[in-house]
Nanobody, 124 residues
Framework: QVQLVESGGGLVQAGGSLRLSCVAS????????MGWYRQAPGNKRELVAL???????TYVDSVKGRFTISRDNAKNTVALQMNSLKPEDTAVYFC??????????????????WGQGTQVTVSS
């Protein structure tokens, strides 16, 4: 069962824009933070942007001023608007959510959800 579904990746020229979207299953409740990580070949996975349920945001320094994260709490969605893209932004981008999960028997526990990843390639 897919819990986070991503879309919006693709190939774009340097200076262009892309918008990544991610929707969480309605079965996921009490989401604390949602965000985006990325991993380029040979590199470790890094946090790109994070947004809390209250709207507080965090960005990695390299994307500040270029990327904007937003979310719709009611719709369980998060988006990443990426402008002025650079070749070094090329990576697989992963949607992330931290939430309280409820089992069929009603047990609630914290859980990290991950999307399958979407490729972003920026050509020079």
């Amino acid at each position: 069962q897919v819990q986070l579904v991503e879309s919006g990746g693709g190939l774009v020229q340097a200076g262009g824009s892309l918008r990544l979207s991610c929707v969480a299953s309605e079965s996921i409740f009490s989401i604390n933070s949602m965000g985006w990580y990325r991993q380029a070949p040979g590199n470790k996975r890094e946090l790109v942007a994070l947004i809390t349920s209250g709207g507080s945001t965090t960005y990695v320094d390299s994307v500040k001023g270029r990327f904007t994260i937003s979310r719709d709490n009611a719709k369980n969605t998060v988006a990443l608007q990426m402008n002025s893209l650079k070749p070094e932004d090329t990576a697989v981008y992963f949607c992330y959510a931290n939430a309280n999960r409820k089992s069929p028997l009603g047990v609630i526990y914290p859980y990290d959800y991950w999307g399958q990843g979407t490729q972003v390639t920026v050509s020079s």
